[in-house]
């Protein structure tokens, strides 16, 4: 039986008792030791069924000899490793995540059942088309999705992230002006706010790179490309909406512009999800876009991939997209790969990964699109756009916006000239922003905002989650313009880790375990 | 819809907050001509219940290697994968984070990245390796592309043991940079054939161990003859058991190796997400593509990790930098060492075991069967027979019976003749000895 009173529910001491503890855990927080640090040579997380063993099988001197020093754990040490590691990291699920130009939705669970379905999961790509009927058909469907929603009349799903479309995209771009005999081309036009993946993309191909800068308002002219144009241009690598927030207003004008010199249009469609429903790119005299099924169709990011990067094309490139490619022949749905009597597509640029593409994020980015259905993806853009524009009235007088006060698409972008009074910077109100609880903004990105602040909500946010958010952004910002700046750079306080040096990281790099793990791991 | 959670009521005031009468508005730099007007044609949304039945009956349709016996290979294998793996991955922090750009709420991701590195930099007896690419095939051609950046040449020699897709992704990517590929006749692997192509002109030579036919080889004179001449050798590994049994590619040479990292826990998924696997020697280190956990410590001198060496990357150097690869393959490296973290050493050279004499076991049965000959002497857990009739009507036969008998080789390269006849197997510990029993009762029943 209980005693009478039970046990005490108000603390009876108060005040500081701030003291490191003797494990180094702070309550829930637990420190983690490196795998090689907990286990053993000798341990083993697996059982395996009795089998009949050949001493020597026909391996002969090939056989391994020396250790590999590969630590093993038992299950219960296994989850408890990863669950502690897990808890260091802040997630989507946990908290509102507004990295401009990452786009950082909810990740709906039901995809995650759906793509691990024997019938998905557990099926070979290179297994009879007959067996893979229903495979094949979820290839067709979601390439249909995409057809519509972008108005594009060509796609291929092989790409295995963003940038691994824009490689696909302008490879078609080279392949069309090599069939042309125009392959002397040798310039991509590229703004300088593109992300680093355009430039890096066009350069892998031999392209040289001109840059064009945005004008004052943040939007690239038609005059700026026009004047970057000539008979070398092979094409330009446009973002839209841009990596500002803003839809290009003239971009209709730059196609015409880029297609009467000759060259292609690119569009880097890594902002879809501010336009899907209400505007076709194919619409805008776009020649190649791809898709990032990890951002707008919200397969989720795992802390840095897999992505997938389906790309759509016009008809002057759809003819060199590359194999493989679902081909319906009545009842039947077929694979061309590029083969012989079979190959369907003579001008195909060839082949850009093996086997079919991330068929894994297939099933999730069709079930986020057939769960939202075409009303919902229109309604999802409208609200990310308001989220985005809500974030920018609240914040206006605070933070100051480089290219003016004026509505932006599904992400807004500050910079840090309402800091330069202050001795804090765009990081460390990143920092502070931490503290509290949240994941910052994508900082100092793009390039041509100094100091820049890219902020996006995204549709998965509530009202009250925005306005938390923003309130603390004022509040931070408050701070950092009064006596607070040395607090601010002193954040985060509240994390496993305080900052880290990157710069001992770079310079004296330690990319793997180094102890002397043999050693160790045989001592045990 | 319930991903949403405005009203519409929150819309409104949202809208009169910002100072527009409508959402429409918000769109007003979108030129009138190129507006939608109506939705495209597509379904509109859907309950849990309904797309639970629409994607559902399609992955019906499918044979799915859990319901057959399986002996497809060819670069993706049907492993048992723990449920524990499976678990793990699928927590919020690790499934629904981002790069991780900000360290200090980034550890968890950052610190398995930084396992992750050291396995694989062990398992392929390299000094180091990067934090995952895309998979084996994107890896292969990002490791040509870095040997030419080390040695200002331009020429890669390609075995013909090589797989075949893979060999497509280099012919792709060496015709659109510019680059020279010398590829040698498609077939098993041949040291002679290889080291006879490599000259003063040629930057690397890109080897497969096991071969794409099975074959398991020793590769120390190719090394030796590719380094006499300043040429690099590259590894590739498809299928990552195999470093369990045997040497490793580090300890015969190596300069680069890259890998399939789908094997350790990830499943089939027809072909992807997979996990690409980089790893090179340290002297390389600058020129080495993707991201790259590193070990620091924080401002309290406590140890933590960060991703470093970013000076190589595209959002640092753009058209300078090594690669264009931005997003990678995390939670699938995080499957790959959870799963390598469960095994250990003990039950990775055990799983290695299980496979090496499972396929040894087979092979010895099919070969038995009148008309099938072993054209593999020497593999791992995959090798090749021939068949007395077109090896990919087998297939289809045997398939139709519920059997997934392996692949013909004839499905990738169509065009040579001497292939015709051509099975790869691969057995797995997934194997059982009923389903030997099955494979062999339905290949002597086609044959016959």
Partial sequence: MMNREGRPTTPKVSGEFARDTFTGNKGLQAEEALIFELGSIDQCGVDFDDFDDQPDGNLGELARSAPIGLPGLSEPEVMRHYVRLSKMNYSIDAGIYPLGSCTMKHNPRLNEKLARLPGFAALHPLQPEQT?????????????????????PGVTLSPKAGAHGELCGMIAIKAALEARGEGARSVIVVPESAHGTNPATAALLGYKVRSVASGDDGLMSVEAVKAALDDDVAGIMLTNPNTCGLFEPEIVEIAEAVHKAGAYFYCDGANLNAIAGRVRPGDLGIDAMHINLHKTFST?????????GPVVFSEALAPFAPYPAVKRDGDILRLDEGHGAQGLKADAFGRLTAFHGQMGMFVRAL???????????????????????????????????????????????????????????????????????????????PLVAHGAMLIEPTESESRATLDQFIDTLRDICERASGDGAAELQAAPIHTPRRRLDETLAARKPVLRWVGDEREALAAE | MRYLPHSDADRRSMLAE??????????????????????????????????ERIVSDMAKKNLSAEDAPFFVGGGAYHHHVPSSVDHIIQRSEFLTSYTPYQPEVSQGTLQYLYEFQSQVAMLTGMEIANASMYDGSTATAEAVLMAHRLTRREKAVVSGGLHPQYTEVLRTIAKYSETALNELAPGPQLAATIIDAIDDETSCVVVQNPDFFGGIHDLQDIADAAHAKGALMIVVVTEIISLGAMRSPGEMGADIVVGEGQSLGNGLNFGG??????????????????????????QNGQRGFVLTLSAREQHIRREKATSNICTNSGLC?????????????????????INHTRAVKLATRLAEIEGVDL??????????????????????????????????????????????????????????????????????????
């Fill in chain 2, 18 to 51: 910002i100072g527009v009468k409508s959402v429409d508005d918000l769109f007003a730099d979108v030129p009138s001509s190129v507006r939608l007007s109506e939705l495209p044609d597509l379904a509109h949304h859907t309950s849990e219940m309904g797309v």
């Fill in chain 1, 300 to 308: 989720p990011h795992g802390g840095g991939g897999p992505g997938s």
């Fill in chain 2, 273 to 298: 997400p997979y996990v690409g696997l980089l790893a090179t020697r340290k002297k390389f280190l600058r020129q080495m593509p993707g991201r790259v956990s590193g070990q620091t410590v924080d």
């Fill in chain 2, 333 to 353: 490296s995080l499957a790959f060492t959870i799963h390598l973290t469960l095994l250990g050493e003990k039950g990775l050279r055990k799983l290695a075991r």
């Fill in chain 1, 367 to 445: 079930s986020y699109m057939l769960s939202h259905g075409i009303d919902g993806i229109r309604q999802a853009s409208e609200d990310a756009v308001l989220n985005a524009n809500y974030m920018r009235v609240r914040l206006r007088d605070v933070l100051n916006q480089p290219f003016g006060d004026k509505i932006c698409m599904h992400e807004v972008l500050f910079d840090d000239s309402s800091l330069k009074d202050s001795d804090a910077s765009t990081l460390d109100v990143a920092k502070a922003l931490i503290d509290e609880g949240f994941h910052p903004m994508t900082v100092y990105f």
């Fill in chain 1, 132 to 152: 893979v009927q229903g495979a094949l058909e979820l290839m067709e469907t979601l390439s249909h999705w995409l057809m519509e929603i972008t108005g594009m």
């Fill in chain 2, 375 to 448: 054209v593999t002497d020497r593999y791992f857990n995959e090798f090749t027979i021939s068949v007395p009739k077109d090896a990919g009507q087998v297939i289809n036969k045997l398939a139709d019976q519920g059997i997934l008998a392996g692949l013909a080789v004839s499905r990738l390269l169509p065009d040579h003749a001497q292939f015709k006849n051509l099975i790869v197997l691969a057995v797995t510990e997934t194997v059982s000895d009923g389903d030997m029993d099955r494979l062999c009762a339905g290949l002597e029943g086609v044959l016959s």
